[in-house]
């Protein structure tokens, strides 16, 4: 498999500081962007992957998309968190690839509190190349502590993610297209079957649902950086009309695709 930096594509939605309160509480969702969470004051529980969080100050926290996951405060929280999306290879999402410990504490904590503040105060500024430069650069120190703790991949998990390249280029290539299992299976030289159950085992999610993850991932890129209608966002991922749409994009995501576009305008333009 191709390096892993030579390949590496991040999107940064949002980045913010807030306090929030209980009222946050048990709040359940599944989304098409990875987060990160850090409390500089306060206490919580973090839920995802079978497991639970302790949130308390000092310790970074990784949601991955596409997982559901529930959260609760136990009170007044200065809470910091990142909205962003990593992937490589044409599209895989680096954390379904690696899967690291959830969280960590840095060696360095003064050095990881003033990043995030700059990560933070760098989103308010303009949108000039430089602007963006520096906080992916920032950001990919954050995403390098998880990575360094995930274990290896092995040479044959490798092999198998290669063989799978040509149906993630295509899926990449032809996303607002009609895409079809067997259509990937023909480019990889495989029988569906087959097909199938190798893509599985290399990305960890079935093809039907990988090509629905990546369609929704784009919708809410053209939802948070477009003033598009929804027929023609539904239009340009694949996902049929604005009804279809909605519903495909409330049923992974937990709201529809107005609440999420004006949440996520709301988020950005307060930081402005």
Known sequence: MRDLGNSLHLDIYTAQR??????????????????????????????????????????????????HFAY???????????????TYLGGINLFSIYEPPWLFHSEHPEIYDTLIDQLIANFKLDESFSRRLERHAILLLFIKEFIKRAPPLSPHRNRKIDRMLPALRYVSDHLGEDLSVPRLAEICGLQRTRFSLAFKEAIGTAPAEYIRNKRIEAAQREL?????????????????????????????????PGTYRKAMKITTQAQQ
């Open 18 to 67: 807030n306090w929030v309160g209980p009222e946050w509480v048990d709040v359940h969702n599944s989304t098409g962007h990875d987060r990160l969470l850090y409390s500089k004051k306060g206490t919580g529980i973090l839920k995802h992957h079978n497991s639970t969080f302790q949130i308390e100050p000092g310790a970074y926290y990784l949601v991955p998309s596409n997982c």
């Open 72 to 86: 609760r405060y136990d009170g007044p929280m200065d809470l910091c968190w990142v909205h962003f999306n990593t």
């Open 224 to 256: 948070l950086f477009t003033n598009k209608t929804l027929e023609s966002v539904a239009s340009d991922v694949g996902l049929g009309d604005a009804y279809h749409f909605s519903r495909t994009f409330k049923r992974v995501t937990g709201s529809s």
